[in-house]
């Protein structure tokens, strides 16, 4: 009885650090590249916009194609290229070829901090 008992244990904790060990091999989310900058203008369908690379302050300017198929959204709404102005911040994908997706901010969006981070002194 002790024997069985100690089997169904065993196996029950090995089923569990199956399922553990198959869960660290879910996909991680990736980032889809696309293009971060300033909207510089907008001129006909195209955007030209100031684009930064991720951990540089230098910019290039940019002109990405739009056509009726790209969804623009301004500030979490959905909005029209007209609507884009000079000086909002963009996300852009994909990073080469016709825009399929502009998400468009009036403000630079603060970044998200670890919650462990240490808090600045008074």
Known sequence: ?????????????????VAVAAEGDAPKKTRTPGIWGKIVKVEGTNIVVAARTRGSEDTKEVTVA???KTVVTLDG????LANL??????????ATGTAEKVVA????PE??????????AE
């Open 66 to 68: 739009t056509d009726d």
């Open 1 to 17: 009885m002790k024997v069985a008992k100690l089997l169904a244990l065993v196996v029950v904790l090995g089923m569990v650090g």
């Open 105 to 108: 901010m009036t403000k630079m």
């Open 85 to 94: 102005k000079a000086d909002m911040f963009v996300r852009i994908t994909p």
């Open 111 to 120: 970044r998200k901090k670890p919650a462990d981070a240490p808090k600045p």
């Open 77 to 80: 709404k959905e909005a029209k």
